[in-house]
């Protein structure tokens, strides 16, 4: 489903992502930790497209060249990043901004839009499975939100749009340990067969409740270590100096 | 311009049924302007929008004397989906009055002059128009009244003119406890004229004015609107300015809070594309205790354009428990777009409540990227940003029949 190959980016001339190779087929969970300064946000927001980058190598994405699709392409296609920071949008209510953005992605991929009363009765339920408070949907996106409602509503946002891949970028952090399970419960109900999932971490917490397949250690815009889940737990005993 | 300003000024005398005291007001106003002229950023109040620079670059011959043309109304151009009373002016002149959803004895509109209340000496363009405005229409709403539907003034002009200086005025008096909501739609079909506007309103205690301008047609005009506002006691006057559609326009408001609980809002928008020059200059005089102020000012600057706020807020020595706020903000989307901010604040209280801010930058990219990486492309995603930051000014209108309307004129959705 993706496949990345090479990849180097750069930003202002000084180099991030150094050779970075890593494949993930349908289904799979992989989870990249690694320490500050790593590179881990840079492939996050390379891989949906945020510009200000200065990029080579191959990045292929369900079978085409991920650098030729816009952002918004990128997400019409399944791709999907929740976060580390979400924005603050002032004078954009939340769930007219789902419902504009769930649209869009139906419209792209050929699918009926769905109308006020469908999204409405999908919107609640979703919410209510990850216990997402209903009043904050009509508020102003993520503008007076608290840390941990923003990564939820990011994870609400995900189940709504279901990506085929989806790149949770430091969801983690700022979470208290009921909120972690909750947004753990968000991701492992969009397991399927065919849906991906990247996770990016500084620790192992998480991925006690997200079992990942595969875990590499990325440092220095590299990635240095592969392994399977039992890889983080070494690396939350040893820490990252071991691997440098 | 003295000349015609003289002969354009005889014509209109003779042209008019004006009393002696009248044309002798008139005169004196006449000469008051031609010994100061429009005003230049010569003058401090002008300094960043320059009106006598903008007339003598977009008009030439200029002229004054506004002749009594044939109109046709047409219909068509009554704002649907709100009922509503009607003043028309076309090209300057009213064509029609229509108050039909009050009861007849509850307001008077008098024509008669009046030599108090006059603003003669406010600015050279308010003694412009005072001697050159044709009629001098006064509506008074009577005690203990409120107006069933808002009151729309039209202000068309048609493509009959050219290079013509037009001077309206309108008088408010608003008995206590009484309550009018105006909305200023102009309509332009004309190009390169000097529209010029004054009302002055005075309202009793507890009476509510709400005072709503659109200027949202795409025109070549420039044009000037003064407001002078006196409240007593308890009363309130709220303004909405939706700044967009004329390459110069200047929006002045005076509005001395004589009252103890008195009030004033100016809230206002300026959403600016191709070559736009637009300012608001308020003065907000606090003159009594527990006297509140808020205004709020958003800038959208496209290519070339320029906007501009200055906003004074006034605070005298008896004004105690003062309450003065103003905020302004702008989005640039283009590197040669200019806002301007000039707060000032006097304040000779010291127990007071005041505050302003200011602030300006380009549309932030990383929301762009935020609203794009779910799954909408660049004009969406910045539609939606200038969408929500405008849309806080227009949450601001108390009237939610008028804020719909407001809404749907300018294309926002919630």
């Known amino acids: ?244 | 311009m003295e000349k015609q300003l003289k002969t354009d000024f005889k014509k209109t005398i003779d042209s008019s049924d004006y009393s002696q005291k009248e044309i002798i007001v008139k005169e004196k106003c006449l000469n008051e302007f031609i010994r100061s002229g429009f005003p230049s950023k010569k003058n401090e109040d002008w300094k960043f929008l320059d009106i006598n620079q903008a007339i003598k670059s977009k008009i030439d011959n200029l002229n004054y004397f506004n002749e009594n043309l044939p109109n046709e109304l047409d219909p068509k151009i009554y704002i649907d989906g709100l009922e509503h009373n009607k003043i028309i002016f076309i090209n300057g002149r009213i064509e029609k009055i229509d108050f039909k959803y009050e009861e007849s004895d509850k307001f008077e509109i008098k024509d008669q002059f009046d030599n108090r209340g006059l603003l003669n000496n406010v600015n050279s363009l308010v003694d412009l128009n005072l001697a050159l405005a044709t009629k001098y229409y006064k509506i008074l709403v009577k005690e203990h009244y409120s107006f069933k539907k808002p009151l729309i003034i039209y202000n068309i002009t048609t493509n009959k003119i050219s290079s013509k200086n037009i001077n309206i005025r309108l008088d408010f008096d608003l008995k206590s406890n009484s309550c009018l909501k105006i909305i200023d739609y102009s309509i332009d079909k004309s190009e390169k004229n000097f529209v010029n506007i004054v009302y002055n309103f005075s309202l009793e205690k507890d009476a509510i004015i709400k005072n709503y301008k659109l200027d949202t047609a795409e025109n070549d005009n420039i044009k000037y609107s003064y407001n002078n506002f006196n409240l007593d006691t308890n009363s309130v006057a709220e303004n909405f300015i939706l700044s967009l559609g004329s390459s110069f326009i200047k929006n002045e408001i005076n509005c001395n809070l004589n009252g103890k609980y008195s009030s004033a809002f100016v809230n206002g928008i300026f959403n600016l594309d191709n070559n736009k020059s637009h300012e608001i200059k308020t003065s907000i005089n606090h003159l009594n205790e527990n006297t509140k102020s808020y205004q709020l000012i958003k800038s959208v600057l496209g290519q070339n354009t320029k906007s501009a706020f200055q906003g004074k807020i006034f605070v005298k020595s008896n004004a105690q428990k003062t309450d003065g706020y103003q905020l302004s903000k702008a989005i640039l989307l283009s590197d040669n777009a200019e806002f301007n901010a000039k707060p000032e604040l006097e304040i000779y209280a010291d127990d007071v409540k005041c505050s302003h801010g200011s602030a300006s930058g380009s549309l932030n990219q990383d929301s762009i990227f935020y609203i794009m990486s779910r799954g909408l492309n660049y004009n969406e995603a910045k539609e939606l940003l200038i969408n929500g930051f405008l849309l806080d000014v227009v949450e601001k209108i108390t009237d939610n029949e008028i804020k719909n309307l407001i809404k749907n004129i300018m294309g926002l959705k919630e």
């Open chain 1, 1 to 244: 489903m993706l496949k990345i190959n090479n990849l180097n980016a750069k930003i202002e001339n000084k180099s991030i992502l150094n050779k970075f190779s890593l494949n993930i087929n349908p289904g799979e969970v992989h989870a990249i930790m690694g320490p500050n300064g790593s590179g881990k946000s840079t492939l996050s927001n390379i891989l949906s497209g945020k510009k200000g980058y200065e990029v080579t190598g191959d990045v292929v994405f369900d079978g085409s060249d991920l650098f030729k699709l816009e952002t918004e392409e990128r997400a019409h296609r399944g791709i999907f990043l929740a976060f580390q920071y979400p924005l603050e949008i002032p004078g954009v209510n939340t769930n007219i901004f789902l419902k504009t953005s769930l649209n869009a992605v139906r419209k792209a991929r050929g699918e009926k839009e769905l109308d006020a009363i469908e999204f409405l009765k999908l919107v609640k339920e979703k919410a209510k499975e990850l216990k997402f408070d209903e009043e904050k949907l009509n508020r102003q996106l993520n503008v007076g939100f608290s840390g941990g409602e923003k990564k939820k509503n990011e994870i609400l946002q995900m189940t709504i749009l279901n990506p085929k891949l989806s790149i949770l970028d430091e969801t983690d952090s700022g979470l208290d340990i009921d909120a972690l399970r909750i947004v753990a419960d968000g991701v492992n109900s969009l397991r399927k067969e065919n849906n991906s999932f990247l996770i990016i971490t500084h620790y192992q917490r998480l991925l006690n409740y997200i079992k990942p397949d595969f875990v590499h250690v990325l440092m220095n815009g590299k990635i240095v270590k592969s392994g399977g889940a039992e890889l983080a737990i070494e690396l939350e005993k040893k820490g990252y100096e071991s691997f440098s």
